[in-house]
């Protein structure tokens, strides 16, 4: 059984002039605490996980670019990409819709705290997420 969870999400539309950080949104529904804090929680557009151990973190997104070309999402933790939590599909011509899902599992050290972002880049133009859920479940 999960220990904690988080469901959230951004059905904003976010154009990101030669990529960057998604903004991953607000929390829709989750549970679990740690020191009168949710142990996982959206704060400035990242996760924030508040308790070592393992999570597993799947983002899902509908994207477009302003050019015919890839785009990529990239899972960061701590400002690190991750080698293995990255996905990118191909955009047939500007303005086409993909969907990008990017799944699993992050460790966060004993005692410690991490920040889960999203990257989005494109092979060439801006990438747009128009939009994204996210969810991470401490196990």
């Not at 999570?55 to 999402?73: K, P, Q």
Request: hydrophobic share 40%; charged share 10%.
């Amino acid at each position: 059984m999960a220990k904690a969870l988080l469901f959230g999400g951004n059905s904003t539309p976010q154009t990101l002039t030669g990529g960057g950080i998604v903004n991953l949104g607000t929390a829709i529904h989750g549970f679990g605490c740690t020191c009168c804090q949710k142990t996982i929680d959206l704060t400035n557009g990242g996760v924030v996980l508040r308790e070592g151990g393992y999570y597993d973190a799947t983002f899902s997104a509908v994207v477009t670019n302003s050019e015919a070309g890839y785009v990529t999402l990239t899972l960061y933790q701590d400002g690190v990409a991750s080698a293995v939590i990255t996905g990118s599909e191909a955009i047939a011509a500007a303005g086409d819709p993909a969907s990008i899902t990017i799944s699993g599992a992050v460790l966060v050290p004993r005692c410690g705290t991490s920040t889960l972002t999203v990257v989005a880049t494109a092979s060439a133009g801006n990438p747009t997420v128009n939009s994204i859920s996210d969810k991470v479940v401490k196990l």
